[in-house]
């Protein structure tokens, strides 16, 4: 089957929807989701939108604590367009009548979370606020954005221009070419690489393989944010403890009641993620166990429903205050090498969300600006897009040769997560890595794959192993520790990797100064428009 449109977007979180819905006004738009619409890590997001609407806070504050908590690993320009934009974008959707919490006299209440300065963090439905949004965007879509669930997209099409022209899906009965004019990766994180992970179940960074299959750079690949607590009971993870429940008075305990934070940190249970994260992983791997205390906050379970129905689920008894946690992955501040607008240094190709590599996140994301970069660069894409987009008007797919129905040895999936976590997760050094890299097939192995002849389970495998090898790769040659980048044998930040980027292309790696090659955004500009 092939269907022709002006736009596909791939993914079906927050970003795909908010894009989607702006880009509506002049193209018709598909969204191709490996899932049900409502089955991705934006629905089950507890966290709020961090964004300045009170007359204490202002923007420089935000800036400066996405720098402080991102190690200053960062696009400035990028973070700047993110914080002072995201003000306008938060407000617009609020105009719009998007449900944010609010006190009784009519006042947004604003939640504190880790490394914030100030509180600025709006919620929807307690923690919720994830849900709420997508119902709200999924809701407000027009006619002309067509859903098509549990599509895995495999292949992107480029012409003999070198653009982006289109993607290949399964379902589970057909195949389906989509030919476009511009096609956008919004597809997520990483986080079902590892054993434990707040993420969706089949978060395998499908949207990073396929653009690194294609020719598209990737960064970054060696942060990975870990959240300090997920809910944990007997040997597996249940969703998260949202960072705004330490917010309102919850902290961090071992098995003795003994708080855990107060001398690590000027900010104690308020610190940044990649120090929380590491502080309960210590504890665990010397034989404690880790909770959240909730004995200060008043009335939980009407602040936290979503918090007090997982417990209740999984037979979690809340009257006892505390709730038993664990570490586990949480977001990828790295990906797709992308600007402001998603432009990619393929033509036509975009990316945005979790799946895109920007900047603004750093070596750590601040708690909260993935809701804002989401909203926030999903208008400005869709700005540009209605502005400057054009037609395509070759869709000659470039041949490729000698594509082999060989893949190379893949570990089971269950394997890849437990190797990940132990070897390439919160502590990493030379040895582990080595040992991993030596299991994950290099570049030559799965660059000629013909991905056609290939189950879906298969084709997820090999995206796993993709990623994976970025991520472990990433790590290696990042000699040093720098936010959720920690290794046991470069324990310091190196200044001679203060703003170095590990760029990976085509199974090359280098490293260079700034995330963008110099002239990158101006030749894509000329290509594309």
Partial sequence: MIINTDIVIIGSGISALQTAKLLAKKYDVHIVTKNHIKNGSSYKAQGGIAAVTSSEDNIRFHIEDTFVAGLHHHDVENVIKLVKEGKQTVQQLINDHFPIDCAPDGSILLGLEGAHSKPRI??????????????????????????????????????????????????????????????????????????????????????????????????????????????????????????????????????????????????ADLAPRHITAYEMYKHRTNGHEVYIDISNIEHFEEKFPTITNICKVIGIDLSNQRIPIAPGSHFLMGGIVSDVYGRTNIPRLLAIGEAACTGVHGANRLASNSLLECITFGKLMAE??????????????????????????????????????????????????????????????????????????????????????????????????????????????????????????????????????????????????
Wanted: charged residues 25%; contains cysteine.
């Fill in 384 to 529: 540009h897009l209605l502005n400057n987009g054009s037609r395509q008007n070759n869709y000659t797919i470039r041949k490729i040769d000698n594509k082999s129905s060989n893949i190379p040895k893949l570990m089971q999936p269950s394997v890849l997560q437990k190797e990940m976590f132990l070897k390439a997760g919160i502590v990493r050094e030379k040895k582990a890595l080595t040992d991993l890299i030596e299991q994950l097939p290099a570049y030559e192995e799965f660059a000629n794959v013909n991905f056609d002849a290939l189950d879906r389970r298969t084709i997820e495998q090999l995206f796993m192993h993709i990623t994976a090898s970025l991520i472990v790769q990433g790590a290696f040659t990042r000699e040093e520790s720098r936010g959720s980048h920690i290794r046991n044998d470069f324990p310091s930040i190196n200044e001679d990797w203060q703003n170095k980027w590990i760029i990976f292309k085509q199974g090359k790696l280098h490293v260079r100064d700034g995330l963008y090659e110099q002239n990158q955004i101006t030749r894509n500009i000329e290509t594309v428009f």
């Fill in 122 to 267: 709006i919620h929807s439905g307690g923690d919720a606020t994830g849900k709420a949004l997508v119902n709200f965007l999924v809701d407000s879509l027009p006619e002309n954005v067509i859903i098509h669930e549990y599509e895995l997209a495999y292949e992107l099409l480029i012409n003999d221009d070198g653009e982006c022209i289109g993607v290949k899906t399964k379902s589970f009965e057909d195949h389906i070419t989509y030919l476009a004019s511009y096609v956008i990766v919004a597809t997520g994180g990483v986080g079902a690489l590892y054993e434990y992970t707040s993420n969706c179940s089949d978060s395998f960074g499908d949207g990073i393989a396929l653009s690194y299959l294609a020719g598209a750079e990737i960064a970054d690949m060696e942060f990975i944010q870990f959240h300090p607590s997920l809910i944990y009971l007997d040997g597996k993870t249940h969703g998260l403890v949202s960072e705004a429940v330490r917010g309102a008075g919850g902290y961090f305990v071992d098995e003795n009641g003994n708080r855990i934070m107060e001398r690590v940190h000027p900010l």
